[in-house]
């Protein structure tokens, strides 16, 4: 999942944006209202974090301007305001949760999660395809019981196949939600990626699950379903 993290404070942009690469995330940063703005025009986000007293803008005009050009992602607030009406203002802007500072990193997972679920694709947290199963909550994978270990990439690569099980995704599409802003078009990384997953969740086990269409991308389908 690819994460906006909008934060003018560089340390605690630092920690969060580690915390969240550790977890599986791919993150940008912008570190005032105006770049956070010009990001989500130019990017697609899974979802955003959204400090409020930033330069330039504040986090309540980004989230209106977002939702005024039909950005529809889930938005979380953070901010040091912790007034009723500071949240209620956030709220009433377009945000769907509000978190203050400071905070406990745990419980920002948590709550990213939650707005996560409410995604037609995350109502269950628990994914199965075949004998494989995903679990988004914890990260655990495992095929025919035995679990597999990933990285983090690899992990958010399977989980986005996953999350779009039956459906062909082209190297753009992953790119924009399992990589950051660093990421190169022109290199082969996604192709490396792609092999290491495929020999973790296909080697030693029929059927095969994780498929390539030449030209068009990858396929994460269950195996009754290629002969349907």
């Not at 509000?98 to 996560?116: I, N, Q, S, T, V």
């Not at 409410?118 to 988004?136: G, H, S, Y």
Request: net charge negative; glycine share 6%; aromatic share 6%.
């Amino acid at each position: 999942m690819r994460i906006l993290l909008a934060e003018d404070e560089p340390d605690a942009a630092a920690v969060l944006t580690r915390g969240l690469r550790e977890n599986t995330f791919a993150v940008d940063v912008a570190v005032d209202g105006k770049e956070a703005l010009q990001r989500v025009h130019i990017n697609s986000y899974d979802l955003i974090l959204l400090d409020v007293l930033m330069p330039r803008m504040s986090g309540y005009e980004v989230c209106r301007e977002i939702r005024k050009i039909g950005v529809t992602c889930p938005v979380l607030m953070l901010t040091a305001l912790d007034a009723v009406s500071s949240r209620i203002e956030g709220l009433d802007c377009g945000a769907d949760d509000y978190l203050c500072k400071p905070f406990d990193f745990g419980e920002l997972l948590a709550r990213m999660r939650a707005l996560l679920r409410r995604r037609p694709a995350f109502q269950d947290p628990v994914i199965r395809i075949d004998d494989l199963m995903l679990d988004t909550s914890s990260h655990r994978v495992s095929r025919g019981g035995e679990e597999i270990e990933l990285t983090a990439r690899e992990y958010a690569l399977l989980e986005y196949l996953a999350l779009n099980t039956g459906k062909v995704v082209g190297r753009e599409e992953i790119s924009e939600h399992v990589w950051d802003e660093t990421y190169d078009p022109f290199s082969n990384l996604i192709e490396v990626y792609m092999q290491r997953v495929r020999r973790k969740i296909d080697q030693g086990h029929e059927p095969k699950l994780l498929h390539t269409r030449r030209g068009e991308g990858y396929l994460l389908i269950a195996g009754q379903e290629m002969h349907v």
